[in-house]
């Protein structure tokens, strides 16, 4: 790959996976998606609740949905202490095990970003049953170094106000990545590639490239988009469960790195129709690109709501795998984001043929 662009990749999801982005707080992500895609597309809305829509039309009216989700599981916080600490509730799916002893990046209501350390009681002090007990998230507080309420409110902070475990993004090697909200900023990175590469091509279908808010809490950004675009054929573009790890065996690895990108056949919020996989796939060995299904039922993802617009659209979903995501750090393959994009561009270039037009 020319070295231009594979800089222009890197420092792209490296703004993408850097950028704050909890659930119903998306504007920075938003703001940064709508520069890159605008001077590929016709047009580009926002609707009531965040959804970032950019619309490339096509010689038909019928519409193809590109789907990818701009929020990352956080914290909101729910109350502030008289000593200054804060207490904060999850927003998405978390595991209570892996939060402690992080470093929280706090929003504040002017836009600022306090940092504070998500604190635990010393091991030192525990009783051995204790030790033996992972803290339940509703344990946990957050030392933001005020010492008063007071303090804290003068900072900005307040109930309401968002936060997020932040790792900087990092090249680990040739082959992988490291950062986090790679679930969904990597789908996101995807899209905004894919438009940029049709740039100069006119499509059969118009392509609407939906950047969605709210999935990691109900799928509900791509719910009410779908409803808007009234997709006749849709994909969402993730960044899904790889357990190819130590102490996982292989029926319980939903995907692997490296093996390129995930077909879903199935997952928690839906069942893809049979012959989009099959189209998927067929499309994936003409194009000379590894692919891999997702072994079911794990995970749930928008194309289980876009599914189900209206009189219903024919959905899937395209995966790119990473290892660790709903933590505060996942890794990710160069090469499987590479065909993750190379797979997309084809589809949306051939999706009409699922259609009968
Ligand atoms: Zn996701």
Not at 173 to 190: F, I, P, Q, T, W
Not at 292 to 316: C, E, M, N, R, S
Request: charged share 25%; with cysteine.
């Amino acid at each position: 790959m020319a070295r231009e662009r594979e800089e222009r990749r890197l420092a792209r999801l490296r703004a993408l996976s850097e950028a704050f982005g909890v659930a119903g707080f998306e504007d920075e992500v938003r703001a940064l998606i709508r520069r890159e895609v605008e001077p590929y597309v016709d047009e580009v809305r926002v609707d009531a609740l965040g959804n970032l829509m950019a619309i490339k039309r096509g010689r038909s009216s019928k519409t193809l949905m590109l789907d990818a989700h701009m929020d990352e599981i956080g914290f909101m916080v729910s109350s502030i202490e008289e000593e200054g600490f804060l207490r904060v509730a999850p927003i998405g799916g978390w595991d209570a095990r892996i939060v402690p002893s992080h470093a929280m990046t706090i929003k504040t209501q002017t836009g600022q970003k306090l940092k504070g350390a998500i604190g635990t009681p010393p091991p030192h002090i525990l009783t051995p049953e204790e030790r033996d007990k992972p803290f339940k998230l509703e344990e946990l507080f957050v030392d933001v170094g005020a010492t008063s309420r007071e303090e804290v409110e003068r900072l900005g902070v307040r109930i309401g106000s968002p936060a997020v475990i932040a790792y900087p993004f990092e090249r680990l090697n040739e082959r992988c990545v490291m950062g986090k909200a790679l679930d969904d900023r990597v789908g996101c990175a995807v899209l905004v590639e894919v438009l940029e590469a049709l740039e100069d091509e006119a499509l059969e279908l118009t392509l609407v490239a939906n950047f969605a808010v709210c999935e990691e809490v109900g799928l509900r950004g791509a719910r009410t988009a779908a409803f808007q675009i009234e997709p006749a054929v849709a994909l969402a573009l993730e960044g899904t469960v790889a357990a190819d790890v130590p102490g996982v065996p292989p029926t319980r690895r939903p995907t692997a790195l490296g093996k390129g990108p995930a077909i879903t056949v199935m997952d928690r919020s839906l069942i893809a129709p049979p012959r989009l996989v099959e189209f998927l796939a067929r499309l994936a060995q003409e194009e000379g690109v590894p692919y891999q299904y997702k072994v079911p039922p794990f995970g749930a993802t928008d194309a289980g709501a876009i599914q189900q617009t209206k009189g219903g659209a024919l959905a899937g979903v395209l995966s790119v795998p990473c290892r660790y995501i709903h933590s505060p750090v996942s890794v990710m393959r160069l090469d499987d984001f590479e065909n993750a994009v190379r797979l997309t561009a084809a589809f949306a270039r051939r999706a009409h043929e699922l259609l009968e037009l």
